[in-house]
Every structure is written in structure tokens, then in C-alpha cells.
């Protein structure tokens, strides 16, 4: 099993539309999860961090985390072409060992 | 100023050669990073230093090397290359307690290594 597994996609939704991506992990004892964004031939970039079970929104952005199912998701509303790029999944899970997933292949279609 | 640089950002060699990748970041981060993305955008971590001391190994040949000479600077240095080495090589930083206080990993531009 994948320590941090994710769809990887590509994931199409209209312009206007709300994305979601889901996360799951296999360590328990994971305490830090994170949103990274990377278009195309760049480097990943923070979009949303997130320590403790809920919702956390951010503008456009919202991430949810669930400790108990092992379950970390990203929603995007009103997703636009500028956000088609893939989006990384981390976790920490040990001594600043950071584990990526492989990431899923947002399309949004104007 | 670019926070984390690595040069150079394109590298074309032969297998068996050896090269070097070189990091510097300027935003005084006590923890740096080598990460590895293969062509599945499969994101890696190979080695971490804390201010220059080597704090995570992952499983990876010893033909890698890393090379710390100071909290700013984290090279790596490849040996007798091989096409599965072919990769984007990601240098990053992050301060110490990264994790706690809410700050982020900064990842520089990548380094698209091809062994041809």
C-alpha cells in the first residue's frame, strides 16, 4: 500500500464548476497535510495547509481533513483554465520526512 | 532574488558520466532538501540536511551524493550515471520546525536531468 495515494486523474470539470481531489493516507500518526499546486514544467508550489480535522477555507480553496477515516481533500469552487495543473497531496508522518502523492491532473475546460 | 536557485536547470549527458547539481538558498532555513520527480510526477524525497548535518537518507544508491558545505548550499553529485537517473531533481528548503509553526517547503525551479 501507497503511504499517500491519489487519483491520478486527469480530473475534467467545467469552468465555473467545483473541483474536488481526495487524498488518502496509511500512517495514523500523520499530523501535518498539505495542498501543493504544479503546473506544467514547474516546481510545486503551497496552496493550503492543514493540521486538524474540519474545514479550512481559503478563498476559492477549502481543505478538509477527516484523522479518523485517513482522508484529506482539496475542494476548488468556481475553478478556472488558470487552475488546471496537478495538484500534490502531503503528509508528514515522521521526523520532517515529508511523503508527496502522486498527484492528480486537474483539467478545467472554459 | 529567487529564494532557492539550482543550476543548471537542463543537463544532458551520457550514462557513466558524473555531474553535479548545485542549490543555494537565501532565506536563511535551517533544513534542506533534494527531492526527486520521476516522469509519473512521482515526488521523492532522497536526502535531508539540518544545518549542514544529514538528518534523512532515503533509500538511494550510494552513486549519490550530497554534499552540505554550509546551511545555505546543498549540491549533489551523481556517479557513473544510468538512464534510470533520468528525472526533474528538485532542491528545497524549509525552516527547522516547518512542520509546527505553519510555514511552508520552498522548492527551486527543478533540474531536468537526461542520460542518454
Known amino acids: 500500500q501507497k503511504e499517500v495515494e491519489q487519483n491520478s486523474g486527469p480530473l475534467s470539470v467545467p469552468e465555473g464548476a467545483i473541483a474536488s481531489l481526495n487524498c488518502t493516507y496509511s500512517?495514523?500518526?500523520?499530523?501535518?497535510f498539505f495542498w501543493y499546486r504544479q503546473y506544467s514544467g514547474k516546481s510545486p508550489e503551497l496552496i493550503m495547509s492543514?493540521?486538524?480535522?474540519g474545514d479550512k477555507e481559503d478563498g476559492r480553496f477549502t481543505a478538509q481533513l477527516n484523522k479518523a477515516s485517513q482522508y484529506v481533500s482539496l475542494l476548488i469552487r468556481d475553478s478556472q483554465p488558470s487552475d488546471s495543473a496537478t495538484y500534490l497531496c502531503a503528509v508528514i508522518a515522521g521526523y520532517q520526512k515529508v511523503t508527496f502523492g502522486t498527484g492528480t491532473k486537474l483539467q478545467v475546460i472554459p | 532574488d529567487t529564494a532557492v536557485s539550482q543550476t543548471p536547470k537542463y543537463l544532458v549527458t551520457q550514462m557513466g558520466n558524473d555531474k553535479s547539481i548545485k542549490c543555494e538558498q537565501n532565506?536563511?532555513?535551517?533544513?534542506m532538501y533534494w527531492y526527486k520527480q520521476d516522469s509519473k510526477k512521482f515526488l521523492k524525497i532522497m536526502f535531508s540536511?539540518?544545518?549542514?548535518?544529514?538528518?534523512i537518507n532515503e533509500t538511494v544508491p550510494n552513486r549519490f551524493s550530497p554534499k552540505s558545505p554550509d546551511k545555505a548550499h546543498l549540491n549533489l553529485h551523481i556517479n557513473s550515471l544510468e538512464l534510470g537517473d533520468s528525472a526533474v531533481y528538485f532542491c528545497a528548503s524549509s525552516p527547522f520546525s516547518w512542520t509546527v509553526s505553519g510555514n511552508t517547503i520552498y522548492f527551486g525551479e527543478g533540474s531536468w536531468l537526461t542520460v542518454v
Open positions: 532565506l536563511g532555513h535551517d533544513t
Open positions: 540536511y539540518n544545518n549542514k548535518e544529514l538528518i
Open positions: 500512517d495514523r500518526g500523520s499530523q501535518s
Open positions: 492543514i493540521y486538524s480535522n
